[in-house]
Antibody
Framework: QVQLQQSGPGLVKPSETLSLTCAISGDSVSSNSVTWNWIRQSPSRGLEWLGR?????????TYAESVKSRVTIKSDTSKNQFSLHLDSVTPEDTAVYFCARVNLGTFDYWGQGTLVTVSS | QSALTQPPSASGSPGQSVTISCTGTSGDIGDYNYVSWYQQHPGKAPKVLIYEVSKRPSGVPDRFSGSKSGNTASLTVSGLQAEDEADYYCIAYAVISTLYVFGTGTKVTVL
């Protein structure tokens, strides 16, 4: 059974970097058949896909156009986890952030969600 | 890429059926069969109910069914039960711009 466990701060100051980690159990971050994704959800923007990382003999990263200039997703094979880093946050980045595994176009496993508030 | 359009709300009495639509474009729902449906209860992560338009993961009751016609996908919940009261979202693969587009969400109320 795949489980995703999220960790990271719930409060970030404006202009700083939001960083969250998603620890994987029951699968491998370097699996060559799935991708590892970050999604956020807010009342104003709904659900929004942010980006993904995946391994196919080498590492690939794909980011949503809306956050492409500010986002980085990293993978850590030694800890079997991946992380989200969103720079220069503003109050508009306040949302619940989820990590999720995507298998053949389906978001089949999700983390528990982390509410991140951007406020001074 | 614009969000997929869903009705904000739907409702039905226990035992009845409710159908939720999800309208996209030829660049997402119309072109690919990677349409999935999710149920989300308050404070919880979404849970997949339907994948690849009409397939059900193991453990999901057959009361949930999916279909697609042109640029619109649909989720039908038959034999409504109290625990079906939740928010429902569709997600579609869209190769242009952003890889995945999400529905606007539908709140289902069991009367």
């Amino acid at each position: 059974q795949v489980q995703l466990q999220q960790s990271g701060p719930g409060l970030v100051k404006p202009s700083e970097t939001l960083s969250l980690t998603c620890a994987i159990s029951g699968d491998s971050v370097s699996s060559n058949s799935v991708t590892w994704n970050w999604i956020r959800q807010s009342p104003s923007r709904g659900l929004e896909w942010l980006g993904r990382t995946y391994y196919r003999s080498t590492w690939y990263h794909t980011y949503a156009e809306s956050v492409k200039s500010r986002v980085t997703i990293k993978s850590d094979t030694s800890k079997n986890q991946f992380s989200l880093h969103l720079d220069s946050v503003t109050p508009e980045d306040t949302a619940v952030y989820f990590c999720a595994r995507v298998n053949l176009g389906t978001f089949d496993y999700w983390g528990q969600g982390t509410l991140v508030t951007v406020s001074s | 890429q614009s969000a997929l359009t869903q009705p904000p709300s739907a409702s039905g009495s226990p035992g009845q059926s409710v159908t939720i639509s999800c309208t996209g474009t030829s660049g997402d729902i119309g072109d690919y069969n990677y349409v999935s449906w999710y149920q989300q209860h308050p404070g919880k992560a979404p849970k997949v109910l339907i994948y690849e338009v009409s397939k059900r993961p193991s453990g999901v009751p057959d009361r949930f069914s999916g279909s697609k016609s042109g640029n619109t996908a649909s989720l039908t919940v038959s034999g409504l039960q109290a625990e079906d009261e939740a928010d429902y979202y569709c997600i579609a693969y869209a190769v242009i711009s952003t890889l995945y587009v999400f529905g606007t969400g539908t709140k289902v109320t069991v009367l």
